[in-house]
């Protein structure tokens, strides 16, 4: 099929390089110039594995172009995806003026009938706004739309994957012509699953697990939308409540990862997403949860659950800080090394990414901080020029009063801590992602705490004792 996305973030990019993928005819194209010129010569803006080579593949094959006209792109497909940002407005509402902006580029340059997905993550309701502003603006009486919802369920750092392997591929629909195209749309990666195409998936040629049979969940447009900020809204519940465990297994001397591991045998519970830490950030729990109590008070609903799981999850950078202090006692001229800047994981994007906030306030108390990242480090310089940014992890550690780890990266388990242990001026890790095992720590000799676990006592009777070296500020007052 010919196929136009509308907006080249990280959803367009991933929707419209995997639908190219899959065999369709893809035009993309962006209100920003520059990215769409950087992508014409290939170059991918965001870090996402597999992206870049299926891109360029796509590209030279000719299935995939960008384009900056976005009225040609609008006239080329027969199926439109809307993939544009739905940021949060100052009051948590979903700010829906570029897909209001799209609809309306729709509406005056169709020559056509076309088949209008939104993709993005929206309210509830916002399908039967699209449909009247499609109608509204429509310049050519001739031409129709049919409306239709395709929410993503992509994680950053695997959404390739996520998208030619999907759990589930939802479609909120009106009419039968629209879930027919959708569905062929789809086809190659809802049979595949069940290996009855040709399409064989580059992400499970390099190593991806096999692939797994996707449900398709046929629904109305209404339900489409719901479904995928209850999802978000879901795990960041799931999050938040682990996150609480975790509080209370540090007052009642339990483990949070006993806990949450005999929890999550329970099918009808799963183990995932309820790792206690630092909790959640990025572009769409935080701003989708909001959007979501929102759409509740507006429906006269009293969602206050959610408005709990919010103020949890903002609650932990108070505690985290609260922690360096105890540890530190006093923050001012400490030497802070960081290890992990990105969101989470697999990803080099910070937004709303807790580290964001802890730098904030430990640079605020006169903190000297290094850091260091596997990706997000050139988007946190941007920010914080005052931070010093390291090449290699263990520069981080070098004559450091703390180490902090405020990234789930699992490579820092790999790191060789021994190393980092003679680097430090004071041995002393505060994993904000309870990444690290905390007997190993202590036996290595440092002082460690995380979220929820007990606290080791440090063993130097059995090891040589640690060199307290003073820490660079120091050394230069004296
Ligand atoms: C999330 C959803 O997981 C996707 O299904 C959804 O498609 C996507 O939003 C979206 O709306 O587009 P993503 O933003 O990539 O995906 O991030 P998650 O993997 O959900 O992680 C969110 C945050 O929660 C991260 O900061 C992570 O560190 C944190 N987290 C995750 C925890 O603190 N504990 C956990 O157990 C799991």
Redesign the pocket.
Known sequence: MRITVIGCG??GLVTGTCLAEVGHQVVCTDNDRERISSLKAGVVPIYEPHLDALLASNMRENRLSFTDDAAEAVRSGDAIFICVGTPPKENGEADLSAIDNVARLIATEAHSSKLVIEKS?VPAQTGQQLKRALSVYRRHPAVEFRVASN?????????VE?FLHPDRVVLGVEDEKSEKELREIYHPILEATAEKTNFRCPVHLSGCPPAKSAQLVVTTINSAELI?HA??SF??L??SY??MIADLCEKVGADVQEVVHAMGLDPRIGR??????????????PK?VQAFVRLAEHSGVNFNMLREAEHVNKRRIDLFTEKIRQALWVIKDKQIGILGLA???N?D?IR???SLEVIRRLLAEGAHLRAYDQEAMDKTAAIFPQVRFCREPYDVARDADALLIL??WPEFRQLDWSLIYDKMSRPLILDG?NLLNPQAMTQLGFEYHCFGRPQEKPLPQFLPAPVLRASSAIAQQA
Not at 151 to 159: D, I, Q, S
Not at 272 to 283: K, P, S
Request: glycine residues 10%; negative net charge.
């Open positions: 990280y959803v993550t929410p993503e369920f992509l994680r950053e750092g695997t959404a996520d995928k999802s978000n795990l960041a799931k999050i682990a996150n995932q997403f309820l790792n206690a830490g630092l909790g959640f950030g990025g572009f769409c729990l989708d969101f989470k994981a990803t994007d709303f990414a807790p990234t789930e992602r």
